[in-house]
């Protein structure tokens, strides 16, 4: 097979080619097609977890990699174990920089996300910006559970496209699956699953910023809920943005 060594028209094939493939095929032709590490970062959340449930059960070489920022809920951690021990493999972690932390808390406080939008952004900057940065460093694709009808500023996404800044192929293998749709492949696989999402919570962060939603609420109103704007992000899957003001909230 020849390699397409333009990352920018590799993307563009794998974006046209994942149109007519299942998610197990989009991941198979992404490692087959992609020279070099390729990187999973899971949040451990309902469309994650069958992503990993994909690379484990069917060996695929992707690194599947957490960003534990230190506030997760417990229910999260019991997720992460029970999935490590049905496939017998590990989840890779990043955390937050000791001395970063240090520094935001004694500047702002352990809550400080709260009183200002300034302060929320700086804590998703030194729990999970930078350590995405380094969960990312050298590799030629990341992938990750995103789905296209999930919040506004996901309408629009690409099942593939190249990220000049970061310098890799970011990839969307759910793209066009419908949370139902998931669920149930979760169910009839086995597939570990955050208890909290049978409590309310659908798409599930950092417990103090993540509440459960009420009926009728679009799916990312628990995240952030106390800041007034409707675009709330952490600045993960912004892209092409280097620093966490311009990268997220918007
Ligand atoms: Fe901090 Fe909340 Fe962002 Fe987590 S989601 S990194 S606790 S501001």
Redesign the pocket.
Known sequence: MTMIQDPNLLAETLDAEFAVLSPLERLQTLRDKVKGRIVFTTSLGLEDQMLTHLIFANNIKIDVVTLD?G?LFPETYDVWRETEEKYGKRIHAKYPQAEALENLIEEQGIDG?YYAKEF?LN??GV??IEPLGRALEGASAWVTGLRGDQSQNRLGMAFASYETQKKLIKVNPLLDLARERIAHFNDDHGVPINALHAKGFLSI??A??TRALQPGEPERAGRWWWEDDTKRE?GLHVPDRTTVAEGAGI
């Open positions: 920022t506030r996300f929320r804590c998703c729990r999970k962060g950092c103090p910023c952490c």
